[in-house]
Structure formats: structure tokens, C-alpha cells
């Protein structure tokens, strides 16, 4: 099933696979990297490590001579974070394969974290490995014909576990689960000395504050450590693909700007889970919904946009804002304002930044389905129709 639902992510780790000795594909935990490897793993002679499991460390305790006896298969490390030093002898391994011509699909690592495993492999394996990040699923991969298909999604998250549960009961139910794992197990295997339930509470304000500007000084407050503590805290979150720190764009331009990054927690599920909402006729009526679509949304984009385009948001001190903006090359800037209702309603202040930013499109997300252009060059636009645009790109 998951395989079916990523198929287009499938083909392009397969033909990735073919140019490069070494791949990474990296997400959280549950989102369907080990799934999708093995089912790589079937249509080719393959070698699965799992790295959490003692029996695979053992076989790795002379990892040079063991994988030499695998080099003409594609050998899947998962969790590949758990033993980073394996890093410095896959360097020695490529190169002496390239010497031997071959040029591509030696190494699959699965990683759990983001930036410290691309700190760590980019170091060693520097112009011998490519990143390919497995998000949750999105509007694409899914029925997305009925107003409900999306709402499921919405209120689920991308996780396939949780998007496929019975029942929204049982989705909330997987969602708590891993919620606890990732406290409980995650977080101090990694070696990051973190009470569980402190780090739940952070997390939880931050589901507050989706999309906001953070205030690290008041946290701190509430959690009774200090500032700095706070933004380690939240850089775990962020390492662990849980949480998105959004940058703030700062452009060349004569306007007093807000420049602290906002944040959104990821997963629209975990979002929901972790603020209580359990059906989605409570998350109309709770004060996150807007926010909730607009980190949904933003995954949603996130999870199509093309490797060399950047992401931001643009807000001035004066209230002209836009939520995302998208840089594919200094003349390229789409605007992109997300509004859930079916009749959005556009302020002056998105136009302002728009001018502000010389953005060359401009689309307002909306939860409609119909596509349609308004005043000053500006596209309403449903999020299936955006996804596909991004990936036709």
C-alpha cells in the first residue's frame, strides 16, 4: 500500500540510485522509509542492516571487511544515525569501487534525523552521497476528490499508520504512541539528556504557537530552565524532522522587518494530538485551525517543492505579510497567502509585501476546489492544483 502511495518518490530515489554510490533517505520515524527500501531491496540483490538490532551491529563490528563481502549488492543501512562512525569507511569503500568502475546504487542509509546525519556524512562522503527526504503523505498520494478526503488527511497527518487507522479514535491513539516513543526512546538514544515530560510540554506550546514568532525568554519562564536551554530543546525537535523552523526572507528593501523565524510542527496529526483534537469537528471550532491549515499546506508545498528552491516567510513591522514565499532563482519569487475557507477574504498587506518582494506570481491556497484569477494579477487556487504545478516543475 505505502508503495503504491509513493510511487513518485520511488522513482526518483531509484534514479538517483543509479548516478550515485551512496543515497540518503532521511524522515521520522513511521513515515515508511524502512517499507519503501525493502521493497526497493526486492527487484535487486540486496543486503538489509538494521542497525538498532544487535545482531546487525555484530555483524559490523569489522564493518570494512563484512560489507567487502557485499559489494556487489545494494546494502540498506537503517538508522544509519545510531553508528556514524560507518560513515568514514563507506568513503574508503566508494572510492575503491569507483576504482573498480562501478558508479552507482551501493549504499541506501535511512536516517531519523536531518541535520546532525548531513553534518555527519557530508564530512566523509562529500561529493559521493545525495539526499532524498521521505515526508508524510500529501493531497497527491491520496483520494483528494471530496472535501472529506482532505479533511482526513488534515485532521490524521501524513503518517501512513495514522492516515489508514479504522477510525479517527485509533489515528489519535498511533499518534500518542509515537508521540511517547519519540520522548521516551528517541530522544535519549540519540544521548540528548532531555526530561520526557518537559520536552512534551515545549512541544505542546509550540503546537500553541504554530506558525508564530517564538518568544524564547517567556518559554524558558514556563518551563523553568533558561533561554538557551529552550533553543536546544527546539533544535532536537527540529533535527528530528518534528518541527520546521521557518526563516523570515530578507530582502533589499527600505521597510522595518520581523526577523525571527517562525515554527510549525510538521505533522498536522501530531499537531492535533498534542493540542487534544480529536475529531474534525473539534478542530473547527479550536483557535489553531487556521494555523493547522497553514502548517498543513506548507508541509504539503514542502513535500513537492524542487531541490534548489528555497523556502521563507515576509513580514514587515507594519503588517504586510506573506505566509510562504518560494525563491527559485533571484527573478523567480512566487507569493503564496493560505486561507481555509471557501470565500478568502485577501488583505491589502499581502498585495504590499507582494510589491515589496517583486514577486512574479502570487497564489492565495484556499479550501475550495475551483481555480480562478482575482484582482492584481493574483490566482485563488485549490492545493491539489499548486502541488501539481510545483511538481511539473
Not at 77 to 98: C, H, S, T, Y
Not at 190 to 218: C, D, I
Not at 270 to 287: A, C, E, K, T
Request: net charge positive.
Amino acid at each position: 500500500m505505502l508503495y503504491m502511495l509513493k510511487r513518485w518518490i520511488t522513482g526518483k530515489l531509484e534514479q538517483t540510485m543509479r548516478h550515485t554510490p551512496a543515497v540518503a533517505l532521511l524522515g521520522p520515524r513511521q513515515v515508511g522509509k524502512t517499507t519503501l527500501a525493502q521493497t526497493i531491496a526486492e527487484s535487486r540483490p540486496a543486503l538489509y542492516l538494521d542497525l538498532e538490532a544487535p545482531e546487525d551491529l555484530l555483524k559490523l563490528s569489522d564493518p570494512s571487511a563484512f560489507l567487502s563481502l557485499h559489494a556487489d549488492k545494494l546494502v540498506i543501512m537503517d538508522e544509519i544515525q545510531r553508528a556514524p562512525d560507518l560513515f568514514m569507511v563507506l568513503r574508503g569503500l566508494i572510492d575503491k569501487n569507483r576504482r573498480a568502475g562501478c558508479k552507482g546504487e551501493q549504499y541506501l542509509v535511512l536516517g531519523s534525523a536531518s541535520m546532525d546525519l548531513i553534518r555527519q556524512s557530508s564530512e566523509s562522503l562529500a561529493g559521493r552521497i545525495c539526499y532524498i527526504e521521505l515526508t508524510g503523505l500529501n493531497v497527491l498520494e491520496v483520494p483528494a476528490d471530496k472535501p472529506k478526503d482532505i479533511q482526513k488527511l488534515w485532521l490524521r497527518g501524513g503518517f501512513p499508520e495514522s492516515y489508514l487507522a479504522e477510525t479517527d479514535a485509533l489515528a489519535m491513539n498511533w499518534l500518542e504512541n509515537l508521540i511517547r516513543t519519540y520522548l521516551e526512546r528517541d530522544v535519549p538514544q540519540m544521548g540528548f539528556r532531555v526530561p520526557a515530560a518537559r520536552l512534551r510540554r515545549l512541544w505542546t506550546m509550540l503546537a500553541h504557537l504554530q506558525g508564530e514568532p517564538v518568544n524564547f525568554s517567556k518559554l524558558a519562564g514556563n518551563l523553568e530552565v533558561d533561554s538557551k536551554t529552550v533553543a536546544n530543546y527546539i533544535d532536537i525537535l527540529v533535527d528530528l524532522l518534528l518541527v520546521r523552523r521557518l526563516e523570515p526572507w530578507y530582502a533589499n528593501v527600505k521597510k522595518r522587518l520581523v526577523k525571527s523565524p517562525h515554527f510549525y510542527i510538521r505533522d498536522s496529526g501530531i499537531l492535533h494530538r498534542l493540542l487534544g483534537i480529536r475529531d474534525y469537528d473539534s478542530l473547527l471550532f479550536n483557535p489553531v485551525l487556521g494555523k493547522s491549515w497553514e502548517g498543513f499546506v506548507i508541509e504539503n508545498i514542502m513535500s513537492v517543492l524542487p531541490g534548489m528552491a528555497e523556502a521563507y516567510f515576509y513580514r514587515t513591522a507594519a503588517g504586510a505579510e506573506i505566509d510562504l514565499l518560494l525563491k527559485f532563482s533571484d527573478r523567480e519569487l512566487w507569493a503564496i497567502e493560505i486561507k481555509t475557507g471557501i470565500a478568502p477574504k485577501i488583505k491589502q498587506g499581502f498585495h504590499l509585501a507582494c510589491k515589496d518582494v517583486k514577486a512574479v506570481r502570487k497564489y492565495i491556497v484556499y479550501g475550495g476546489n475551483d481555480e480562478f484569477p482575482i484582482e492584481k494579477d493574483t490566482v485563488v487556487i485549490p492545493l491539489k492544483n499548486l502541488l501539481l504545478k510545483l511538481q511539473d516543475m
